[in-house]
């Protein structure tokens, strides 16, 4: 009865109310629609004062009714410290739930997860299973990703020449991508005998019917001249092909070839035009050659902004170089507001995937209390495996660092070092 009253005092103080105001009591009241529109606009600005933790807040609110988008919404901020700490065990755990909710994008990073060891111990088996339940739901990229695993030799604890036989029996139908795979694999000797000339017999089917993959790939072929003479008008001709039709990775190769003046005249504006249209379909390596070509000024005008802006988007999807890119930028204020702080929480989430100049930033920022607080035997840690490495400020840094460390702070950091080395990484949570 309590619980109705107040429902009713609410609908009653709704009239008069602001669109803004109105949309906060519906959810308060536990409206679902309402706590995702709040998310949106919180993080956004629109209508608010943009706050991403108060953006945080309402998508949690909406996770916590069962949305799977919004739980994957959450699992991102906090893997990436966006109105948050960075807690990459929460966000796994949220991340977990998203994929279970059927959340298609979230299945596909829980399966990249578990194939790089990245907050779970590395599987295999798991990953292929959440790629194939995000292909079952249409995803194209989870279908491509199972692709490469099988042409990479990972066939998820399938049989590999029954594999093959398969795709085998479908490219003799006339199956484009059937015939693209085989062909892939037949190339690498996956599941059947390899032999290259075959494998580009399969490739030109494939890519007679128009199949970018097959066109993207014989293009490369010809271009570094693997297994075939190097052609480099000929690789054009196929990129352009699949360009045509939208192939994000031949937009990204025929960039590569007019930013580089490979085989044709140097052209820095069709280069960013290339990548922009490839970064835009969410290519990582297109979002980072975009923004670097941004920060250059080579093609687009000079602009750290949008630079930050394309690097965000690759470092969201979990690249290092775009993490530690971004981090930088962030560092000296460069495009974006200066902040250590964030820095160094990007620092971090690119050196736990191994980059070393980020281990050695990382490293330096606990050495001089940088957007971390100075802490002698985490310095140590970061610099010694970015030293290991080969890093040559990373070596210098720890001259400097190793005379003040007592023998316990030493012995502390190396096996600081030691355990991030054997995979300091949770239990799985999904």
Not at 223 to 246: H, K, M, N, P
């Amino acid at each position: 009865m309590k619980r109705c009253l107040m429902v009713l005092l609410a609908l009653l103080t709704l009239v008069g109310c602001s669109d803004v105001d109105r949309t906060r009591l519906k959810a308060r009241l536990g409206g679902l629609d309402s706590q995702l529109a709040l998310g949106r606009m919180y993080s956004s600005g629109d209508g608010v004062e943009q706050d991403e933790a108060e953006a945080l807040r309402w998508y949690t609110a909406a996770a916590e009714q069962g949305h799977a988008g919004a739980a994957r919404v959450v699992a991102i901020r906090l893997l990436t410290g966006v109105g948050t700490e960075i807690d990459v065990e929460k966000g796994a755990e949220w991340l977990g739930k998203a994929a279970q909710g059927g959340d298609v994008q979230a299945q596909v990073q829980v399966a990249n997860f578990y194939q790089r060891g990245e907050a779970v111990p590395r599987d295999p088996v798991r990953a292929m299973r959440w790629l194939e339940v995000a292909a079952q739901q249409g995803s194209k990229v989870a279908a491509r990703q199972i692709g490469q695993l099988y042409v990479d030799g990972e066939f998820g604890g399938r049989d590999a020449e029954e594999v093959a036989t398969g795709f085998r029996e479908a490219a003799e139908q006339g199956a484009p991508d059937a015939q693209f795979m085989i062909g892939m694999l037949t190339l690498k000797g996956r599941g059947t005998s390899a032999d290259a000339a075959a494998g580009r017999d399969w490739l030109e089917k494939a890519a007679e019917q128009d199949q970018s993959q097959a066109l993207v790939y014989l293009g490369y072929l010809y271009a570094e001249g693997q297994g075939v003479e190097t052609d480099l008008d000929r690789a054009i001709r196929y990129y352009q092909r699949a360009a045509d039709i939208g192939e994000p990775g031949a937009q990204h190769y025929l960039g590569e070839v007019y930013r580089d003046g490979r085989g044709v005249e140097a052209d820095p504006a069709r280069a960013a035009e290339l990548f922009r249209q490839s970064a835009s379909s969410g290519l990582v390596p297109s979002q980072n050659a975009l923004a670097t070509l941004y920060l250059a000024g080579s093609g687009v005008p000079q602009d750290p902004g949008e630079a930050a802006h394309w690097f965000q988007l690759a470092a969201k999807q979990g690249d290092a170089a775009a993490q530690y890119n971004l981090a930088t930028l962030y560092l000296v204020g460069e495009g974006v507001p200066q902040d250590p702080v964030r820095a160094v929480e990007l620092y971090t989430l690119a050196a736990e995937q191994g980059h070393a100049l980020a281990q050695t930033q990382l490293g330096v920022a606990s050495m001089l209390g940088e957007g971390a607080p100075v802490d002698p035997v985490r310095a140590y840690m970061w610099l010694s495996l970015a030293r290991a490495e080969g890093v040559v400020r990373a070596r210098a840094a720890l001259e400097k660092l190793e005379p003040d460390l007592t023998p316990e702070q030493l012995s502390e950091a190396r096996a600081l070092a030691s355990k991030w080395r054997a995979g300091h990484q949770s239990s799985a949570p999904f």
